[in-house]
């Protein structure tokens, strides 16, 4: 239901508006139903005041308490029990129009009473369970002290009469003042206010035939058309049935006619059997049409959603699947023609994990199952699909459960979309990621993946071996050619050992001037010939300009893999023995111990 919009009277005449109109009530209601010289046996007044702080702010309640509380004085001292009880029975009636106000704004969120029949339950709960039970005991307590009615006769009367015009009338004045009729006039079609009218006219003639010219008590009569209204017209129809209900079968009863003067008592008591009746009527009404006004606007909500639903399914780009909960294909969108190279029809029946590459069926199945165990979240996967169509070579799937009205999931709705050009990238990037950008060797992050990758193959067998290598007086040759001549002679450095490494081989560049290299499948003795191969290809000065070379050496440490040692341990290993090589000499090679 959406959130209504509180009123906010704000011209200083309001408040004397709302006093007005409640001393006519009151006093109405006092002159016309006191039959038996205490309570009034009607009390519609506490629904107006009720009706006007549930649809206004707070901050506007007490002038509308104050006027109603003078007014309500006002009433009782004039046609009432007089001035004695003036005062008491005005805070009455304001604490009891003051906790249905407060149990309702506290308990119901979107503060509405009548549109929902959840706030309509708050209403009725706090109106006849905690209201005007406290009211009534405290009512009966000044009645019976200042008229010849007893206690429990006063609560009674109170209770009944208070209870019933505050579920006949504070609904509907509800609707009145957040201006639901106005809005159902300018929304409604012609044929639906004709509709409404002629089913209006029939409940009206129906109701006149009851109370007016029927030989017998046919008071069930009224109910047939009153449900009709509530299907057909809603809650408004409803509303506008009840009150001509109450001006028609109450102005009957009040003149004692009608069926109601077959029930044997007062006419108080005759008053609270309609007021009884009217009230079962609206409760029998009300709920239904609100139920029913629900339900359309949740059907509107879903044709609404449908029909995104069929537009992004239909004109987008991704591939739109229905799958049931074993797996198969129910709906597939036009879009899967080209991007899939597969017609939609031909989908229908077939299992999706048949358009899935196998060695990826696994984990898309799994989280095919994993949307289904978690309703209400998204699951997504990437896989490649059984067929490449126009270089479609990867995909990524998302999947969300679809839910009954059990709220248990029925199926899986997943969109698919060309992940091809994405993982590309992806590659690119990681390949970059992956090179030093200033000599081509491996980064340090990549060159210690793979040394992780040797450790485990070494822990089964392999035998291969760590060069941890540094250039002799690097910072010479910066400080005397500058930093451009030895990025140079960096860069020329790892060209020239490269061709001196096996196809399997890596050089990765770990920081500065220093190098480590990956000898796999070699032993300390076969690497160590490989080391001084290496240094024999640097013999030669490199150039770094026309007329400028310069010669290189570097220091390397050994160390091999045997299994045991994490990369932290070996790395450690090959830098003791690389510091030991530059306190020999430099331009050699030191095996770790």
């Given at each position: ?42 009390w ?42 003036a ?27 009548i ?5 309509l ?18 009512a009966?307590?000044?009645a ?39 809005r ?90 309609f ?157 970059v ?14 060159f ?40 140079r ?30 000898l ?15 240094r ?58």
């Open positions: 239901m959406p959130h209504t919009a509180l009123r906010q009277p704000s011209l200083w005449i309001a408040p004397v508006v709302t006093g007005c109109v409640y001393f006519v009530v009151a006093s109405l209601a006092l002159m016309l139903s006191r039959f038996e010289g205490g309570l009034a046996f009607i519609c007044a506490n629904a107006f005041l009720m009706a006007q702080l549930l649809t206004s702010r707070v901050a506007h309640w007490p002038r509308a308490v104050i006027a109603c509380g003078v007014a309500s004085a006002a009433a009782t001292a004039w046609v009432g029990m007089g001035p004695a009880a005062v008491p029975m005005a805070a009455i009636n304001i604490a009891e129009s003051l906790i249905v106000a407060v149990m309702c704004r506290w308990f119901v969120i979107d503060r509405l009473v549109g929902a029949i959840r706030p339950i708050v209403f009725v709960v706090s109106l006849c369970g905690v209201a005007n039970i406290v009211a009534g005991l405290a009966a307590l000044v019976s002290a200042l008229t010849s009615v007893s206690f429990w006769p006063s609560f009674v009367q109170w209770y009944t009469g208070h209870v019933l015009g505050g579920l006949t009338c504070a609904p509907i004045l509800i609707m009145a003042f957040q201006g639901e009729f106005r159902w006039m300018d929304e409604a079609s012609s044929r639906a206010k004709l509709e409404a009218v002629l089913l209006l006219g029939l409940f009206a003639l129906t109701t006149v035939h009851v109370f007016f010219w029927a030989r017998y008590p046919l008071l069930f009569a009224p109910l047939l058309p009153l449900m009709l209204i509530a299907f057909r017209v809603g809650h408004m129809g409803s509303a506008a049935a009840v009150i001509l209900l109450a001006a028609i079968g109450g102005g009957a009863t009040m003149a004692g006619i009608g069926p109601l003067t077959w029930v044997v008592g007062s006419p108080g008591e005759r008053i609270q059997f007021q009884f009746y009217l009230a079962l009527s609206f409760l029998l009404c009300m709920p239904v049409a609100v139920e029913l006004a629900a339900r359309k606007r949740l059907f509107q909500m879903l044709q609404q959603s449908e029909a995104r639903y069929r537009a992004m399914a239909e004109y987008s780009g991704d591939v739109v699947l229905n799958i049931s909960i074993d797996g198969v294909i129910q709906y597939a969108s036009l879009s899967a023609a080209e991007q899939i190279g597969c017609a939609p029809e031909l989908l229908l029946g077939q299992a999706a994990a048949n358009l899935v590459d196998p060695q990826d069926r696994a984990v898309v199945i799994a989280t095919h199952r994993r949307a289904l165990e978690q309703p209400g979240t998204a699951q997504k996967v990437e896989f490649r699909p059984l067929v490449t169509t126009d270089g479609l070579e990867w995909c990524e799937m998302v999947s969300r459960a679809m839910i009954d009205e059990r709220g248990l999931p029925s199926g899986v709705v997943s969109m698919i979309r060309d992940m091809s050009r994405h993982k590309a990238r992806q590659r690119a990037l990681q390949q990621a992956a090179r030093d950008s200033l000599t081509g060797a491996d980064s340090r992050r990549a210690l993946d793979k040394l992780d990758h040797e450790i485990v193959r070494a822990a089964s067998g392999a035998r291969s071996s760590l060069l941890l290598i540094d250039i002799d007086h690097f910072k010479s040759v910066n400080d005397r050619y500058g930093h451009g001549a030895g990025d002679v960096l860069s020329a450095f790892v060209e020239r050992l490269r061709p001196g490494l096996r196809a399997g081989d890596s050089i990765g560049r770990l920081g500065g001037e220093e190098f480590a290299i990956l796999l499948d070699s032993d300390i003795d076969r690497s160590s010939m490989m080391c001084e191969r290496l024999a290809i640097l013999d030669e000065p490199i150039a770094v300009g026309a007329s400028l070379a310069i010669s290189v050496t570097f220091s390397a440490g050994l160390v091999a893999l045997d299994g045991a040692s994490d990369r932290s341990t070996l790395l450690e290993a090959a830098d003791k023995a690389l510091y030991r090589a530059k306190h020999s000499g430099r331009n050699c090679l030191r095996l770790a111990a």
